[in-house]
């Protein structure tokens, strides 16, 4: 299948800085990213989608002034987490989508974030 | 209601078992169904994905889909104790659109 990197796997960040997570597709070019966030014990929640060379589209409720979203290549989105806080402490996963006709999504290994 | 249910389990099976897993969704505009598996603190990993309503087979999986009934569910033959795990379904309503995550269900094997 597909590869899909993060980086970093694991952040520490005192509140109030900013913190940027990677995401790249290895193997395949991505024009649409998707990135999640996921609390322990529940679901994985759709943040924003994110299209290469245009704006991210947000779901509701999900702040984009908050979580920057910039998809600058084929292969790379990136998501900045600014002014973090303890409550933004979470497991951010990012998915690509496969070029190919049924468009599946494959998933990075996540990064954990942990605002003190 | 979720626009899609699963039963958080945990499911425990001994191994060899054979692992059934299901799903509800509300939505009658879902197209294609996805079927993922998580391991604690990583991302998701695609198992297999089927269009409309039909079986199909990959190896010691099976997943069917009853549309006129919005019930799917994923089938693991001769279970290890390496598939435990939270499976979780995600259907959507066209090819590459977002995804619509259930809540997923823990499956324990055991040897």
């Known amino acids: 299948g597909a590869v899909v990197s993060q980086h970093p796997s694991w952040v520490i960040c005192k509140s109030g800085t900013s913190v940027k997570i990677e995401c790249r597709s290895l193997?395949?070019?991505?024009?649409?990213m998707f990135w999640y966030r996921q609390f322990p014990k529940q679901s994985l929640m759709l943040m924003a989608t994110?299209?290469?060379?245009?704006?991210?589209?947000?779901e509701q409720g999900v702040e984009k002034d908050k979580f920057l979203i910039n998809h600058a290549s084929l292969t790379l989105s990136t998501l900045t987490v600014t002014s973090a806080h303890p409550e933004d402490s979470s497991f951010y996963i990012c998915?690509?989508?496969?070029?190919?006709?049924?468009?599946?999504?494959?998933f990075g290994p996540g990064t954990r974030l942990t605002v003190t | 209601q979720k626009e899609v249910e699963q039963d958080p389990g945990p499911l425990s099976v001994p191994e060899g078992a054979i692992v059934s897993l299901n799903c509800t969704y509300s939505?009658?505009?879902?197209?294609?169904f996805m079927w993922y598996r998580q391991y604690s603190r990583k991302g998701p990993e695609l198992l297999m994905y089927?269009?409309?309503?039909g079986n199909k087979e990959d190896g010691r999986f099976t997943a069917q889909v009853d549309k006129s009934s919005k019930y799917i569910s994923l089938f693991i033959r001769d279970s290890q104790p390496s598939d435990s795990a939270t499976y979780l379904c995600?259907?959507?309503?066209?090819?590459?659109?977002?995804?619509?995550f259930g809540g997923g269900t823990r499956v324990l094997v055991k040897p």
């Open positions: 193997d395949f070019q991505a024009t649409t």
């Open positions: 995600a259907p959507a309503k066209a090819a590459g659109n977002k995804l619509t």
């Open positions: 089927t269009y409309s309503s």
């Open positions: 939505n009658s505009a879902f197209q294609y």
């Open positions: 998915s690509a989508r496969d070029p190919g006709l049924a468009g599946e999504q494959y």
């Open positions: 994110s299209n290469e060379g245009s704006k991210a589209t947000y």
